[in-house]
């Protein structure tokens, strides 16, 4: 039976989070400070200490009961934030079958480091879309995709669906 850990959380700095993931080859959870007024609410500094010129900033939506898993990369970071709704993160380390998985969203705000080459993925939690905001180290390439792919159901025993308990 596939057993899945919680990643590391670390409050503070996304720099010394990044520094972490890397030397350790797994995903690290920095927790964001939530700044609330009677105008709103925002989350600020988010990707401070980790950009880079060679680094791209993207969004996504992911429609309920989307999965989009597993991919890793040879070269590049990913940082998520997910801004609208809920997602479940799965990441897996394949040279010993470490896995993790996360929750991530409105209720949980915060940035998931993961680092290469953790083969890395998302569901939707609930009946709405996702919304990812996303900072990469390296810029996509559509001549040579620093990616690989294979299917979801591919890791045996991953629970992207509704866990009770």
Same mark, same amino acid.
């Given at each position: 039976?596939? %057993?899945?850990?919680?990643?590391?959380?670390? #409050?503070?700095?996304?720099? &010394?989070?990044?520094? +972490?993931?890397? @030397?350790?080859?797994?995903?690290?959870?920095?927790?964001?400070?939530?700044?609330?007024?009677?105008?709103?609410?925002?989350?600020?500094?988010?990707?401070?200490?980790?950009?880079?010129?060679?680094? %791209?900033?993207?969004?996504?939506?992911?429609? #309920?009961?989307?999965?989009? &898993?597993?991919?890793? +990369?040879?070269? @590049?970071?990913?940082?998520?934030?997910?801004?609208?709704?809920?997602?479940?993160?799965?990441?897996?380390?394949?040279?010993?079958?470490?896995?993790?998985?996360?929750?991530?969203?409105?209720?949980?705000?915060?940035?998931?480091?993961?680092?290469? #080459?953790?083969?890395?993925? &998302?569901?939707?939690?609930?009946?709405?879309?996702?919304?990812?905001?996303?900072?990469?180290?390296?810029?996509?390439?559509?001549?040579?995709?620093?990616?690989?792919?294979?299917?979801?159901?591919?890791?045996?025993?991953?629970?992207?669906?509704?866990?009770?308990?």
């Amino acid at each position: 039976m596939l %057993q899945v850990h919680s990643p590391k959380s670390m #409050p503070g700095g996304l720099a &010394a989070a990044f520094e +972490h993931a890397q @030397q350790a080859g797994e995903p690290v959870f920095v927790p964001a400070n939530l700044y609330a007024d009677d105008r709103g609410w925002s989350l600020m500094n988010q990707m401070q200490g980790v950009m880079s010129p060679e680094g %791209q900033i993207n969004y996504s939506v992911m429609y #309920p009961n989307v999965i989009k &898993a597993w991919h890793r +990369h040879r070269l @590049q970071t990913d940082f998520w934030i997910c801004l609208q709704g809920h997602l479940k993160v799965g990441m897996h380390r394949e040279s010993d079958g470490k896995t993790w998985l996360a929750v991530i969203g409105e209720k949980r705000p915060g940035v998931m480091v993961i680092p290469p #080459p953790l083969w890395h993925g &998302a569901a939707t939690v609930g009946s709405e879309s996702a919304g990812l905001l996303y900072y990469v180290t390296h810029a996509y390439n559509p001549q040579v995709p620093d990616e690989d792919r294979r299917a979801y159901d591919s890791i045996a025993g991953f629970p992207w669906g509704i866990r009770h308990g």
